[in-house]
């Protein structure tokens, strides 16, 4: 779930590449990525960069557990916040290969509940739209929040939002979503939509999201956590990962700061597909030379044809009010939930308490790099995470 740090990262930015041969490249990044560790504004993080043969780099830096004394590594789980919206893209395009959905779908044919919105009534949301966040469907934050809840009651010193509920408030997704978008919901509220028509207008939504896995759900008679386990996790080796705590090794799971002294309790969403992906670095990159290999012709959990939609650029100017063209915007226009940048960079950025991500690869190199970060950015840790950026720019041609 994107925040306003990951605008701020966007926004500064640019990139630079080097020319430079070394027989120990890696080693040389690795000494890099070590003294911008060192400055001590971000507890732990990993990194990867890759093409479509494989993972070229990858490593871990800083602490998963800064009391504990334990080392975050490339194999150091957590979640990647809203880069598992690119999970939904390929799920949806899974299931239209198999015949249960169809992107051009009302999306009310495969709801228990009816979703539309009150200023044109008459008007259907499709798939599509969610999956481009054309679906008029803004919902208020208070709301969203109402979708973190805390892992255990009793957290000791750990820190808190305001906004967690107690594990006893966790509810199932249909629950969540119908209770603020069906008009017998409990938060529904009719300024959840936009005063503009279906596929009129960009506005990114985590509810819209969450509501594109639920159609999945209905329409494959599956949970979305084992529909994706079967189609995507699974047959890329992605056995370090998990959509709930139950799912992984928790002993492999690193903690989530605030700030340097300040561990964040364990949380989870109820609205877990559209920003709970727990993972690594490492299956994360197998995961995006996936991606890069899919975009290229040659990825093997989707058709060519499922992959050239879930690239092809859905957007126009029409359906922006603004457009940011900074190098890293993910919102210049979309695929299936995949971003897209003015520069040709493709994937997703993501942020909650406590975390920080981004996933692209540029289209012209197919080249790709991801960071995981497992601390809330203040003004010296965004510097920071650009400083690890820029030295992956850097260093992925060279490798």
Wanted: aromatic share 10%; charged share 20%.
């Amino acid at each position: 779930m994107k925040n306003l740090i990951i605008i701020l990262i966007l926004n500064i930015l640019v990139s630079s590449v080097y020319c430079q041969t070394n027989d120990s490249i890696s080693g040389k990044l690795t000494t890099e990525l070590e003294k911008i560790c060192s400055r001590g504004y971000i507890n732990g993080f990993s990194v990867a960069i890759v093409n479509q043969d494989g993972i070229l780099y990858k490593k871990g830096l800083g602490y998963a557990d800064v009391k504990a004394n334990k080392k975050y590594t490339e194999n150091t789980i957590q979640s990647i916040a809203s880069i598992s919206k690119t999970f939904i893209g390929i799920a949806l395009l899974k299931a239209q290969e198999l015949g249960k959905l169809n992107l051009d779908d009302p999306i009310n044919k495969h709801l228990p509940f009816n979703v539309n919105n009150p200023y044109f009534p008459n008007e259907q949301i499709t798939i599509r739209h969610l999956a481009t966040h054309t679906s008029s469907i803004k919902v208020k934050s208070r709301n969203e929040k109402n979708g973190y809840v805390l892992m255990k009651s009793n957290n000791g010193r750990a820190k808190v939002n305001s906004n967690f509920r107690s594990p006893d408030e966790m509810m199932k997704l249909n629950v969540f979503l119908e209770s603020i978008l069906s008009e017998e919901g409990k938060w529904y509220k009719k300024n959840s939509f936009l005063k503009t028509k279906p596929g009129a207008i960009f506005k990114y939504s985590n509810i819209a999201s969450g509501l594109a896995a639920l159609i999945i759900e209905n329409a494959t008679n599956q949970p979305f956590n084992q529909f994706t386990n079967e189609h995507i996790l699974t047959p890329l080796g992605m056995s370090n990962s998990g959509w709930s705590f139950t799912e992984i090794d928790f002993s492999k799971h690193s903690k989530l700061y605030l700030n340097k002294e300040t561990e964040f309790a364990f949380y989870q969403l109820v609205n877990y597909p559209d920003g709970g992906l727990i993972t690594s670095s490492t299956d994360l990159g197998t995961y995006l030379v996936e991606l890069i290999r899919g975009y290229s012709g040659t990825g093997k959990i989707l058709s060519k044809q499922s992959y050239m939609e879930l690239f092809k650029t859905q957007l126009t100017d029409t359906n922006y009010i603004e457009r940011n063209e900074s190098i890293y915007n993910d919102e210049y226009n979309m695929g299936v939930f995949m971003g897209m940048s003015s520069h040709g960079q493709m994937g997703h950025t993501g942020g909650d308490p406590g975390i920080v991500t981004h996933m692209f690869f540029n289209t012209k190199t197919k080249i790709g790099k991801l960071l995981i970060i497992n601390t809330e950015l203040k003004k010296e840790g965004i510097k920071e995470f650009v400083d690890i950026w820029r030295k992956l720019e850097e260093y992925e041609i060279k490798l």
